[in-house]
């Protein structure tokens, strides 16, 4: 153990995008200290801003580079989702700024701990020592379900409080997986496990197992896998429409880094138990929360499942664990993200304070009767990101599908990729739903007053965004898909 | 001379196009002037054509191409030779006369011009038929009188028996068409072409079995618009259109295009001696059955429906043994007086307001002189009787038969003819002649002069165009292989006389049963015979129980059970199963945090298990 | 010896004690016994050496963890027998001895393999407090900086969580005024 | 000298008591207290096997392990506080707001 | 002229944006305008179009996703030349004869986006540039459907929808497959079709992607036993729902057979031609059959058009140029008839506000032009000769002839069982006495319908009389494909078969 490090081995470089947020986050958390009362808008743009910074430093990385004692590994598919992860939080803070006000925007912490959940996802995307995987893990999931508290109402209590207790189940098998492959390699590097366990062969083998198992269990929780799925209707219910949209994208793209980066050695080593389990979770995780979303009343409920399917959908990438799925995930995830982007975003414009529809949901099916009579443009682009969720070609979520099957095609998957197109072939049922209460149904209500209340210009702006690069996503398919193979490639998957 | 065929072809189609514009107005009389003035345009151009063609030599012109893909090429070419000039002259020439009489005919009818521009129609279509060079502008023709026939058959829509019988006819014309356009697909395939000139030249090389199914094939073409047995039913019905419309179609023209196919075919047909023999045999059948329904049927237009199928058959067994020019021959005969049977029967109709029961009738020779003579002269041309037309043409035929060593042939059709003489003599003294039967009401009256003149030409023919017999052989015989009969002298003498002799006793038997005696006893018609008969050999009714209602039932059972039950049921099925396991799989989302956490745990029990017990190959 | 018999006498406690935190019905005694299992767990620490997480196990979970939860039951007055019907009984019991059964059978596979080379091992005769200490401020710098994060995260959220913005019922807060 | 086996024995017989008590337990408070369980019967392995190993990784896991519990705690407590105070309970049948 | 495609497809689209801008009360006329000029744009196609060159023309080619092979890659030939100019020519006639008083406006924009959509999908020579416009092609129908149609309309958009849409889901694995084959084949990525012509698969491959292909065009056409979404959606669609459905939409699923399943797996087409020929005659019999037991008028109408795409597809597993030639063009005439026959139901129904023929009777004497119309497009529909029915039954039929006489014979039976349930149908609702006193006082066609159906009737003689300028024009191109197939072939038997198919010799 030396007693000198030369402070340019510790590549400090690596780790400027977490230090500006955690700057960010504190720097509010001070100026709410200084002055009292500030506007929401204050620290949505402020917070906006501090992501954007972030994002244009890490625009400048390009290749791998540890730094931290090999603690932090920005390698490709680091950069790439700390991009999305940044975007996407870029995009849903803002949608705070809407017309109606709620208590927790206006509150400092909610932005500091929104940027510290940030941090958090950015630490465990970019590192492979599970040490810091898990404590960024940690740090951004406990921040999240305090903002899904924050929302205050029962509901959010409730849903914070479901997510938090299943949380603490699956921290308990990501230590004990941890510890297994501790115990069987002796080390917590993703990379220095893997090389021991190739080294022996994987022997023993049910051990090896074993810990996949629990690790298999632990990010299965973070990315909605059956059965540890059953969190996510519920919670995206009760918390607020942004936060749920979040949580649809970003803490399932940390977890898509992190499985990757973990199965990856073992899919890679032809443990074919591995390749049939995650098959397995794979079609069960996509037919599951799809045939559940056929019955629900609540749009949102539908999202969540949707997105949950989705997230399987997504997972097979990992199981096929080409270059050309694992660049398909990416290019999946970040259509997905514009067009779910879109979709929570229109849920949050037409929230109305009052379940006027239903007394249990705040989104119920009825509420969208006949929409397309009183806002034409509103229910065309609602409808326009159920078709994209759909995967209906030519929007943005199609051409995700499109290399995903591909992916699996060349891979010699064909049961998959049929089972994967059937599965959108059901999916397209309940998202067609929405379009049938929109535009088949006479309206419910008479005048469009009551799907407006919480509509302001930003939110619009967000949506119009969502709304042309889902629209127009087969023009941004070729750049992002060369960026996004490119940094696969680099970080060697 | 182009210039003639093409105004014989068309002028029907403008006469029809113009007066179409006209269709659903009121009676206007001009448009049934313009129709018949235009048909018999097209008329004088067929004798112009006639002259021609007896003069010069054939014509034949391609106006267009019409279909063609890969290597089937179909153009509109028609051609002008000895048989079709005849049929053109025949067709035309009866076409006037309908046209002229339907002008009286149709006079309170408040579709008059409808009338015209469908019968005008169907005359173009009649002539495309006869006129075309090839199989499918044959087949056009072919259709379109079916759909004239549909039309016309069906033009008093608003009687359900009409619209029955139309589309009875249209049906059937159907099933036997499926079997020509069969023979034409077959034709093609093998010869490449289906211009008649390359077909009769490339048939000569062919296997003749495969000429035999080509035969087989165009024939059932030919029973269905002939009304041969099995499908004879539709034309005793197609007697619900108006009379000039089966005068025309359903006596002089349309159901003669059978004939004409096997006449045109001639060339096919001569080297398929087994397949003409089989058609000859059916049209003595046919000659027979349908002479013995006429017998004892009492609607007077049925009956010479009936007869005009018997004669039909006779043409067959003419076309059949490959005497094609006597076959036209007596076409052209049957033609003219069976038209003018079926005026004067409007005629009778018209006086004796639409009753149709001969039974009702009787002694309208008072009245309706005219009529009556015209009807006589018809009927015995019917019968066969010197020197009136059928007995040249007949005749011919029974002799043919007697030829070619089939006598049973022969016999039959002698029986026929006796039938025949008698039953249009019972129509003859059932009508006009004994004791008035109908009410005191009626009045009845002769027909407008113009219609009796116009009918006067029709007579003539009748009476007189059995003596061309021999400038029409020398004039068909061009192109139609000759055929000659090569009897002893005294023989074809015996056979004249037994025929004569036959047909005479028919007609005597008649007079006597219905002018002297009043007709049969009562007891005849309870008779199982006479049931039979009357009722068609219950064919019709057979027709109805075995196919119409079961196939409506199958149809029935296609749809409720097959489709709805069974194969949409399916569908849904699927729909309902996933639907269902939605909610079944909803019940996993109890909302109790305890079970949620249960689940987690479900999981890795199982996947622990799994990974301790379950080892596919590493 | 001595180990052996600390070990057995540890391991017998910590499991009893944590069988009564599962099993008992009243939160007093489940609390009490939580404790008291984490400080032998502790005794496990120092017997292998981990002197520092011994102490850190005290100081934290006994100290600060165990406090918080007492200060927890009495605002949420659990001191009471606590009423509980055990759901599908039958599922409970299976999924019990399941998932106790392979757990236990993972973790007693022979799955220990003598030739590891100790990436960081502990230094003879410099005290093991100290090692670790210079692990933490140089290989885990970053760790340890996240996690003082994350304790941050904890703090602010327990404060806003417990605080009183969030007594007020938020749908009447919800007014509609535009953006200043 | 206890084998390294003993302590992975013990971690699992814990760790199976903590899953015990998360199926068991309706109390959200005793819910927690067995994921405590869960966290420190990882906690006792690490140390084992780093002592084994004679390396020191697995001593720093589980110092932040600790620190992990000591967050989730403080995090659990005050969700459970916001919803004792909305409910009068905290027992885990009262969270069926939500299901289906 | 170089964007001449481009201008066609996206025409309609772009002026259904704008179409939002344009009052509601000229929306009408503003869709028949742009109708209108696509029609013209079409027509200038056609005219513009080289009839002596089999291969595309007004080819457009840019790359959209270079890296995965795909590219917006556009161009006509004789095979869809036609198709197009039916597509625009429907809408056209479809439009101006619209009856539809409530929200016209979504309604035409839809219509003018489903026109994109129709016409694109027979433009795209880019697989999944056609894949896109394929399924995009449900979402407007689905509105129109659920949205103007009947009672139980909903019910039938959503069948409609779902059925279609999973049926093409298996038709993508198949194209991505096709592509990755393309790819290990040459080393790069391309779904133009003119470069998947040149590949020469392996025999167990294209058995299975056939099915994948076969799947998503047997529902669009509807075969038998995946038709059972056409009834409901033509029974509850508005007329010009089902109008643009039967005349245009159907046509994409026999088009696929055309332009993919044939040229793409010759030897699999060869191998499942007696399957696909049975199931044609099923669709053939049974389907009229079923259309004679209905009571609704617009059922028959729509079980007839199941038994006219059985000889369609009958034609088209013809594998000689005759057969695919008269399939070509029984698609196009099929589409004017029944696009005729359902706007005929729609005329009456907009009268009587009912479609069964037990409550009519007797129109022929109430609106006689009406029967006339109806009448002249009934006779198309059974195939009379020298209206345009006649020329692709007839050449379709002629086609399988020399494969199998038997199996045309059962399909030839269609034109016996058309006759019977389009003149029963006739019979029922147009003979007879008038029974229902309502039906007394119906006005006949009147000026904007007649406007509508005249240029169909013209047409339907039009081509009945002339259809050289068509016929030859998709011939030529029919003959290059079949060439193709030929070469691509790997199958002896294959080859054997197609050059037997092609050529005059016996048969029996």
């Known amino acids: 153990m030396s007693d000198f490090i030369s402070l340019s081995s510790l590549n400090i470089p690596s780790l400027l995008p977490m230090a500006i947020l955690v700057f960010g986050a504190l720097f509010i958390i001070c100026i709410d200290l200084a002055v009292k009362n500030l506007n929401r808008s204050f620290y949505t743009i402020l917070s906006v801003l501090f992501i954007v910074l972030d994002l244009g430093v890490l625009i400048g990385y390009n290749g791998a580079s540890r730094g931290f004692f090999d603690t932090v590994l920005v390698d490709g598919i680091a950069i790439l989702s700390q991009c999305i992860i940044l975007i996407a939080s870029a995009f849903f803070i803002p949608l705070s700024l809407s017309n109606r006000h709620f208590k927790e925007y206006e509150m400092a912490e909610y932005y500091a701990l929104f940027l510290f959940m940030i941090v958090g996802f950015q630490f465990m995307v970019s590192s492979d020592n599970l040490i810091v995987i898990f404590i960024g893990l940690e740090t951004a999931s406990l921040s999240l379900y305090t903002l899904i508290a924050l929302h205050n109402r029962a509901k959010a209590f409730e849903a914070a409080i479901k997510y938090f207790t299943m949380g603490a189940l699956a921290a308990g098998f990501f230590a004990l997986s941890s510890l297994i492959f501790y115990a069987l390699t002796g080390s917590v590097e993703i990379n220095t496990i893997e090389a021991v366990l190739k080294e022996r062969e994987f022997q023993p083998l049910s051990a090896v197992l074993a810990g996949t198992v629990f690790m298999i269990a632990a990010l299965g929780f973070k990315l909605s896998v059956v059965p540890s799925h059953t969190w996510t209707p519920d919670v995206y219910e009760g918390s607020s429409a942004p936060l749920a949209g979040y949580m649809s994208i970003v803490p399932k793209i940390a977890g898509f880094v992190v499985a990757m980066r973990f199965f990856e050695m073992l899919i890679a080593s032809d443990i074919i138990w591995l390749e049939y389990i995650l098959y397995g979770l794979v079609v069960i995780t996509m037919t599951l929360a799809n045939i559940t979303a056929l019955v629900q009343e609540d749009v949102k409920r539908m999202l969540a499942f949707s997105s949950i399917s989705h997230a399987g959908f997504v997972l097979s990438a990992i199981l096929i664990g080409t270059t050309q799925a694992n660049a398909g995930l990416f290019l999946y995830w970040i259509l997905f993200m514009f067009t779910n982007l879109g979709a929570f975003s229109m849920l949050w414009i037409v929230r109305h304070k009052n379940n006027l529809w239903d007394e249990r949901y705040q989104h119920p099916f009825s509420k969208f009767s006949g929409m397309v009579k009183l806002m034409p443009t509103t229910a065309t682009i609602m409808g326009v990101f159920m078709f994209a969720l759909a995967g209906m070609p030519p929007f943005s979520v199609f051409w995700g599908k499109l290399y995903l099957i591909s992916a699996a095609v060349n891979s010699g998957f064909i049961y998959l990729a049929v089972i994967m197109v059937v599965n959108s072939a059901i999916a397209v049922y309940y998202y067609m739903k929405l379009m049938i209460y929109m535009f088949l149904k006479e309206p419910v209500a008479n005048t469009s007053a009551v799907y407006e209340t919480n509509a302001s210009t930003t939110l619009k702006v967000i949506v119009g965004f969502a709304t042309v690069v889902t629209l127009s996503a087969v023009l941004f398919v070729e750049p992002i898909l060369n960026i996004v193979t490119k940094f696969v490639i680099l970080s060697g998957f | 001379m182009e210039k003639y065929l093409y105004i014989a072809l068309f002028a029907p189609l403008v006469g029809s196009l113009f007066v179409a514009l006209f269709a659903s107005r009121p009676k206007m009389l001009f448009t049934g002037i313009l129709a018949s003035a235009f048909i018999g345009i097209s008329m004088i151009a067929s004798f112009v054509l006639l002259f021609h063609v007896y003069n010069h030599e054939p014509l034949h012109v391609e106006m267009m191409d019409w279909i063609s893909a890969g290597n089937i090429d179909i153009p509109f070419g028609f051609i002008v030779d000895e048989v079709s000039v005849i049929m053109m002259v025949t067709v035309t020439l009866v076409s006037t006369v309908v046209h002229v009489y339907s002008i009286g005919y149709m006079d309170h009818d408040k579709s008059f011009n409808r009338f015209f521009t469908y019968l005008s129609a169907f005359v173009f279509s009649m002539l495309i038929l006869v006129m075309s060079d090839n199989f499918v502008g044959l087949f056009i023709g072919w259709e379109g009188v079916g759909l004239c026939s549909w039309m016309l058959i069906g033009f008093w829509y608003h009687k359900h028996s009409a619209s029955w019988a139309a589309n009875e006819a249209f049906i059937m014309n159907r099933i036997a068409d499926l079997g020509m356009l069969m023979g034409l697909f077959l034709i093609y395939w093998n010869v490449g072409s289906l211009q008649y000139s390359d077909v009769f030249e490339a048939v000569k090389t062919l296997n003749p079995a495969l000429v035999g199914t080509i035969g087989v094939l165009l024939f059932i073409g030919a029973m269905g618009k002939s009304a041969q047995f099995p499908l004879h039913t539709w034309l005793a019905d197609a007697m619900e259109g108006p009379t000039p419309v089966s005068a025309l179609i359903h006596a002089a023209t349309m159901v003669t295009a059978g004939v004409y196919l096997v006449i045109r075919c001639g060339e096919i047909y001569t080297i398929i001696p087994q397949v003409g023999f089989g058609i000859a045999c059916l049209g003595a059948f046919v000659a027979v059955f349908a002479a013995s329904m006429a017998l004892v049927n009492n609607d007077l237009k049925r009956i010479i429906a009936y007869s005009t199928l018997s004669q039909l058959g006779y043409m067959f067994v003419a076309g059949g043994l490959g005497a094609y020019w006597i076959a036209l021959f007596h076409l052209m005969t049957h033609a003219f007086f069976k038209s003018l049977l079926f005026l004067g029967a409007g005629n009778v109709m018209h006086a004796m307001h639409d009753e149709l029961n001969i039974k009702k009738m009787g002694g309208l020779y008072g009245s309706m002189k005219a009529t009556a003579i015209l009807m006589s002269v018809a009927s015995v041309a019917l019968a066969g009787i010197y020197p009136f037309a059928g007995f040249f043409s007949k005749d011919k035929i029974l002799e043919v038969a007697f030829n070619e060593g089939a006598y049973f042939l022969w016999f039959a059709l002698f029986i026929g003819a006796g039938l025949t003489a008698f039953y249009s003599f019972r129509l003859v003294m059932l009508v006009f002649f004994g004791e008035k039967k109908y009410g005191h009401e009626l009045h009845p009256h002769e027909a407008q002069p113009f219609v009796i003149y116009a009918l006067m030409p029709l007579g003539l023919l009748a009476a007189i165009s059995g003596f061309f017999e021999h400038s029409f052989r020398e004039f068909t015989t061009r192109l139609l292989s000759d055929y000659g009969v090569h009897l002893e002298h005294h023989i074809e003498v015996i056979l004249i006389a037994s025929t004569l002799g036959i047909a005479i006793s028919g007609i005597a038997f008649a007079i006597y049963m219905y002018g002297k005696r009043g007709g049969f006893s009562a007891c005849w018609e309870k008779s199982f015979g006479y049931k039979v008969l009357s009722n068609q050999y219950y064919i019709p009714k057979l027709y109805e129980m075995v196919i119409i209602k079961p196939f409506g039932v199958a149809s029935e059972f296609m749809w409720k059970k097959i489709d709805v039950k069974i194969v949409d049921f399916t569908v849904d099925l699927i729909a309902r199963v996933l639907y269902a396991s939605g909610e079944k799989s909803r019940k996993m989302q109890s909302g109790n945090l305890s079970d949620m956490l249960r689940w987690m745990i479900v999981g890795i029990v199982i996947l622990l298990a799994l990974a301790i017990f379950y080892r596919p190959m590493v | 010896m001595y180990e052996i018999i600390a070990f057995y006498t540890f391991s017998a406690l910590v499991i009893g004690l944590f069988g009564i935190v599962v099993l008992s019905k009243n939160a007093l005694y489940s609390m009490t016994a939580l404790a008291g299992g984490m400080v032998f767990i502790s005794g496990f620490f120092f017997i292998l050496d981990a002197e520092f997480l011994g102490v850190v196990q005290i100081v934290v979970y006994t100290g600060a963890i165990m406090a918080l939860y007492a200060f927890g039951m009495m605002f949420f007055d659990t001191t009471r027998d606590v009423k509980e019907d055990i759901r599908c009984k039958k599922i409970f019991y299976t999924l019990s001895i399941l998932s106790a059964v392979l757990v236990l059978i993972v973790l007693s596979a022979p799955i220990f393999s003598a030739n590891i080379e100790a990436i960081y091992p502990t230094l003879e005769g410099v005290g093991n407090v100290q090692t670790i200490g210079l692990l933490l401020f140089t290989k885990y710098l970053v760790a340890f900086e996240l996690a003082a994060i994350m304790l941050l995260v904890a703090m602010i959220a327990g404060i806003v969580l417990v605080g009183k913005k969030l007594d007020a019922q938020s749908d009447d807060l919800e007014v509609a005024k535009e953006l200043k | 000298m206890i084998g390294l086996e003993h302590y992975l024995v013990l971690t699992g017989i814990l760790f199976s008591i903590g899953i015990v008590g998360v199926i068991r337990r309706t109390n959200l408070l005793m819910l927690f207290f067995s994921t405590e369980i869960l966290l420190n019967a990882v906690n006792i392995g690490f140390a084992a096997v780093s002592k084994y190993y004679g390396d020191l990784n697995g001593q720093i896991f589980s110092f932040f392990i600790i620190a992990i519990a000591a967050s989730e705690v403080a995090v659990g407590l005050g969700l459970l506080v916001l919803w004792y105070k909305k409910e009068g309970t905290i027992d885990l049948t009262s969270l069926q707001m939500m299901k289906g | ?508």
């Open chain 5, 1 to 508: 002229m170089d964007h001449m495609l481009s201008l066609i497809i996206f025409f309609p689209f772009v002026a259904g944006l704008l179409g939002f801008l344009v009052n509601k009360e000229s929306i009408r006329s503003y869709g028949v305008v742009i109708a209108g000029i696509e029609f013209l744009l079409s027509i200038g196609l056609w005219i513009a179009f080289d009839t002596a060159n089999a291969g595309y023309q007004f080819v457009e080619f840019s790359a959209l996703i270079p890296s995965f092979g795909m590219s917006y890659y556009l161009g006509v030939d004789g095979i869809s030349l036609f198709l197009v100019v039916l597509s625009t020519f429907t809408v056209l006639v479809s439009l101006i004869a619209l009856n539809i008083d409530n929200d016209v406006k979504n309604l035409i924009i839809a219509v003018l986006f489903l026109e994109m959509t129709m016409v694109a999908v027979f433009l795209c020579l880019d697989v999944i540039l056609f894949y896109a416009f394929w399924e995009l092609s449900l979402v407007p129908m689905l509105y129109i459907i659920g949205a103007w149609g009947s009672a139980n309309r909903v019910y039938a958009a959503i069948k409609f929808f779902l059925y279609t849409f999973a049926g093409s889901v298996l038709m993508l694995v198949g194209i991505l497959y096709l592509g990755y084959l393309y790819f290990q084949a040459t080393g790069v990525w391309s779904f133009s079709l003119p470069d998947w012509y040149l590949v020469q698969l392996p025999f167990n491959v294209q058995l299975w992607l056939f099915g994948a292909f076969f799947l998503a065009f047997a529902i669009k056409v509807p075969m038998f036993p995946f038709h059972t979404w056409l009834p409901y959606a033509h029974g509850q669609a508005p007329t010009i729902g089902s109008v643009i459905l039967a005349a245009v939409l159907l046509k994409m699923g026999s088009y696929g057979f055309v332009r993919f399943s044939l040229p793409l797996f010759p030897d699999a087409t060869v191998y499942f031609v007696y399957p696909i020929a049975i199931i044609a005659v099923i669709m053939v019999i049974y389907a009229a059959m079923v259309a004679y037991a209905q009571e609704d008028m617009k059922q028959v109408i729509a079980y007839s058009s199941i038994s006219h795409m059985g000889i369609v597809v009958l034609g088209t597993f013809a594998l000689n140029a005759e057969g695919i030639t008269g399939s070509i063009f029984l698609m196009l005439s099929h589409g004017i008839v029944s696009g005729a026959l359902f706007m005929l139901v729609g005329v009456i129904y907009d009268r009587r506000h009912t479609k069964l023929m037990s409550e009519f009777g007797g129109l022929a004497t109430v609106m006689p032009n009406f029967a006339t119309v109806y009448g002249i497009m009934l006779m198309a529909s059974v195939g009379l000769p020298l209206t345009i029915g006649f020329v692709g039954e007839f050449l379709s039929l002629a086609g399988f002839y020399r494969v199998d006489w038997l199996v045309t014979m059962l399909a030839g039976s269609g034109i016996i069982l058309g006759a019977v349930y389009m003149l029963s149908l006739y019979k029922k609702s147009f003979f007879g006495v008038v029974t229902k006193e309502e039906n007394r006082t119906l006005k006949d066609l009147n000026a904007k319908e007649l406007f509508a159906l005249v240029p169909m009737v013209a047409l339907v003689i039009a081509l009945g009389v002339y259809p050289k300028p068509v016929l030859d024009t998709i011939d030529i191109s029919v003959k290059k494909m079949i060439v193709l197939m030929e070469a691509k072939a790997i199958h002896v038997e294959t080859k054997a078969f197609l050059i037997n198919a092609n050529s005059i010799g016996e048969v029996q």
